[in-house]
């Protein structure tokens, strides 16, 4: 069962996964930072996909720690037309265990691990990718996302 998780969006409405269970399936995607190169490709390719996402009955939520003006800056530079949630206490990061200690270049941080869900409409996890790489990843998720559908 998914976590129900709840939060500030990029325009500072609470966002909560109860809302929308039973009315639509939620593909939640956690990642790193706004506007880094593989943050804004996989937003990007979300972003291209998202008439054949929402055609699943699908709706796209991104989670990452930054606030509502980088996700506000995020969204207009790339026209995404999807919400992002600020998780600024990880609290949402660390209720999907994607919040994790990172190793850069010998330094030692905590952050977000890229991974993404599918929810279906009762609240379950259908699909989990962690450790996501980039390329192909919206592919994957739809392939998941037209199963989730017709099982509906």
Not at 7 to 17: H, I, P, R, S, V
Not at 28 to 50: I, M, Q
Not at 95 to 105: D, G, R, S, T
Request: some cysteine.
């Amino acid at each position: 069962t998914a976590p129900l998780i709840q939060g500030q969006d990029q325009d500072g409405k609470t966002w909560k996964l109860a809302d929308v269970l039973g009315k639509q399936v939620v593909l939640l995607y956690f990642y790193p930072k706004d506007d880094t190169p593989g943050c804004t490709k996989e937003a990007c390719d979300f972003r291209d996909a998202e008439a054949a996402i929402r055609k699943t009955g699908a709706v796209i939520l991104g989670v990452s720690l930054d606030g509502e003006a980088a996700h506000q800056k995020f969204i207009a530079k790339y026209k995404l037309p999807f919400s992002l949630l600020c998780d600024e206490g990880a609290k949402v990061s660390k209720a999907y265990a994607v919040y994790k200690e990172k190793n850069m270049y010998g330094r030692k941080y905590w952050g977000i691990e890229r991974s993404t869900f599918v929810i279906d409409g009762a609240g379950v996890i259908t699909a989990a990718f962690r450790k996501v790489k980039v390329g192909g990843h919206a592919k994957e998720v739809l392939t998941a996302l037209k199963a989730v559908s017709r099982d509906q």
